[in-house]
């Protein structure tokens, strides 16, 4: 029911910024928590940040607290994951996810998108 579309990757040099978008289509975004999750080739896919839409309650994992913000814009159903000083080692694919919040697990997912840090 919840459809998710990312935007904004690409390639930067290390020490660059990039803005990822997450659109959703769905209603009841209100009821949801969002999340930017992150994989690269061979690894496993890990949270990266996430935030409850109605509370504005974020969380960042340890590696990218400080450098990305996770933020929303409630008249757009859009969130947003600003990341400033990038480092090679968060090149992978990133996913944008959503969960109700009376489950654990996120159950609808972005197509994702590509970011690569690489001089």
């Known amino acids: 029911q919840e459809r998710l579309v990312e935007s904004g990757g690409g390639l930067v040099p290390p020490g660059g910024s990039l803005r990822l978008s997450c659109a959703a289509s769905g209603r009841g975004a209100g009821t949801y928590t969002l999340a930017w999750f992150r994989q690269a080739p061979g690894k496993e896919r890990n949270l990266v940040a996430s935030i409850m839409w109605a509370a504005d309650i974020p969380y960042y994992t340890d590696s990218v607290k400080g450098r990305f913000t996770i933020s929303r814009d409630n008249a757009k159903n859009t969130i947003y994951l600003q990341m400033n000083s990038l480092k090679p080692e968060d090149t992978a694919v990133y996913y944008c996810?959503?969960?109700?919040?009376?489950?654990?697990?996120?159950?609808?997912w972005g197509q994702g998108t590509q970011v690569t840090v690489s001089s």
């Open positions: 996810a959503a969960r109700p919040l009376t489950v654990v697990k996120y159950n609808y």
